[in-house]
């Protein structure tokens, strides 16, 4: 539920101020009843709103996909002046906001959306939709310390829950590797942390899948729209519970 005069000024019906005035003076409906407080809210999702008669539409809904360069911050704004995402959405003129961070300095695949009820379905903590990260680590971890990994790790917010966990790359001359790691959880710098729990600091991080979807050829920088049928295979996956055992 929204109040009015937003939906009405984000379907691009007038200003704010101006929608407000044409619900004072009784020039809007929600669902055939005429309502006139500013206080009023709706679900544009479902309720029938009209301006003098007129079905109003809602703004329309966006699923992206960003292949963020790393040195791009997720936020909507930064006072450092740094690269915002929204730099990389030429023609996006919604407010559209990511699911889920990327750090700083990690690159890879990026949803962003202006569905609040998708991003909340696949970031849920309870979903445990798998993310999929490549990570090149100083040095060559052991088997047994991936293994830590993969079994769960202490870190200084609680044990992580079982990864599954890789070797992708293995530098010839040993001085570095590139570990393959699917995480079910979220938390911040998850995967830097666990690297660095095993004293194999984290040297790249690129995200290469969430959930089904994997980046393919979209380009570093790029963006594009995902189809209707990886939308629903999103939302299922977030329906899907993972058993994760701590
Ligand atoms: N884990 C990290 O450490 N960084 C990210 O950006 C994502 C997952």
Same mark, same amino acid.
């Given at each position: 539920?929204?109040?009015?005069?937003?939906?009405?000024?984000?379907?691009?019906?007038?200003?704010?101020?101006?929608?407000?005035?044409?619900?004072?003076?009784?020039?809007?409906?929600?669902?055939? @009843?005429?309502?006139?407080?500013?206080?009023?809210?709706?679900?544009?999702?479902?309720?029938?709103?009209?301006?003098?008669?007129?079905?109003?539409?809602? @703004?329309?809904?966006?699923?992206?996909?960003?292949?963020?360069?790393?040195?791009?911050?997720?936020?909507?704004?930064?006072?450092?002046?740094? &690269?915002?995402?929204?730099?990389?959405?030429?023609?996006? &003129?919604?407010?559209?906001?990511?699911?889920?961070?990327?750090?700083?300095?990690?690159?890879?695949?990026?949803?962003?959306?202006?569905?609040?009820?998708?991003?909340?379905?696949?970031?849920?903590?309870?979903?445990?939709?798998?993310?999929?990260?490549?990570?090149?680590?100083?040095?060559?971890?052991? !088997?047994?310390?991936?293994?830590?990994?993969?079994?769960?790790?202490?870190?200084?917010?609680?044990?992580?829950?079982?990864?599954?966990?890789?070797?992708?790359?293995?530098?010839?001359?040993?001085?570095?590797?590139?570990?393959?790691?699917?995480?079910?959880? !979220?938390?911040?710098?998850?995967?830097?942390?666990?690297?660095?729990?095993?004293?194999?600091?984290?040297?790249?991080? &690129?995200?290469?899948?969430?959930?089904?979807?994997?980046?393919?050829?979209?380009?570093?920088?790029?963006?594009?729209?995902?189809?209707?049928?990886?939308?629903?295979?999103?939302?299922?996956?977030?329906?899907?519970?993972?058993?994760?055992?701590?």
């Amino acid at each position: 539920m929204e109040r009015l005069q937003k939906i009405l000024a984000g379907a691009g019906v007038a200003s704010r101020r101006k929608c407000e005035e044409l619900i004072l003076s009784g020039q809007v409906q929600v669902n055939g @009843e005429t309502v006139t407080t500013l206080g009023a809210k709706a679900d544009p999702g479902t309720d029938v709103i009209t301006v003098r008669g007129k079905r109003i539409q809602g @703004e329309r809904k966006l699923y992206l996909m960003l292949n963020k360069p790393k040195g791009v911050i997720t936020s909507a704004k930064d006072p450092q002046g740094r &690269k915002i995402v929204s730099d990389f959405l030429p023609g996006i &003129k919604e407010r559209v906001y990511p699911v889920g961070r990327l750090d700083y300095d990690t690159e890879g695949l990026l949803l962003l959306t202006n569905d609040g009820e998708f991003a909340n379905l696949l970031t849920h903590p309870s979903h445990h939709v798998p993310k999929t990260y490549l990570a090149t680590v100083k040095g060559v971890p052991h !088997g047994s310390a991936l293994e830590k990994l993969q079994k769960g790790i202490k870190l200084e917010d609680g044990m992580t829950a079982p990864a599954e966990v890789e070797y992708h790359d293995v530098d010839p001359d040993k001085k570095q590797a590139t570990i393959s790691i699917t995480i079910y959880e !979220g938390r911040n710098r998850q995967v830097r942390r666990m690297f660095d729990a095993i004293s194999h600091p984290v040297v790249r991080l &690129k995200r290469i899948k969430f959930g089904d979807l994997n980046l393919q050829q979209l380009q570093r920088g790029k963006y594009r729209h995902l189809t209707e049928q990886e939308i629903r295979d999103l939302l299922a996956a977030a329906a899907k519970t993972h058993k994760i055992q701590k």
